[in-house]
């Protein structure tokens, strides 16, 4: 997923190549870095550098997750995580997890 992100210069990465395009400046405060890097340029433009899925395969944003645990005694049991990517309505990038038994 973050290869496909980062394909042309971070084209799908909200903030610089989806909008609103972030200007970065060498004259940048070490405070602005810091607020930047939180998601904050002070235009009040939200979730900046989270990965935006349009165009994203539908079927790479799910994953299921074996997870096999042995004790010491050998005895083993299996779980099972589902994962999922997605954006919600504020653009941020969402990962939800759920544990099946």
Request: net charge negative; hydrophobic share 30%.
């Amino acid at each position: 997923m973050y290869n496909w992100a980062s394909e042309d210069d971070f084209s799908h990465f909200r903030g610089f190549g989806k909008n609103p395009i972030v200007e970065l400046s060498d004259e940048m405060t070490e405070g602005q870095k810091l607020k930047l890097a939180a998601g904050d340029n002070a235009s009040g433009a939200t979730c900046l550098g989270h990965i935006q899925l349009d165009g994203y395969p539908e079927e790479l944003t799910k994953d299921r997750i074996t997870i096999e645990i042995t004790d010491r005694e050998g005895n083993s049991v299996t779980k099972y995580v589902n994962v999922k990517f997605s954006n919600d309505e504020f653009n941020q990038t969402v990962v939800t997890a759920s544990i099946e038994n």
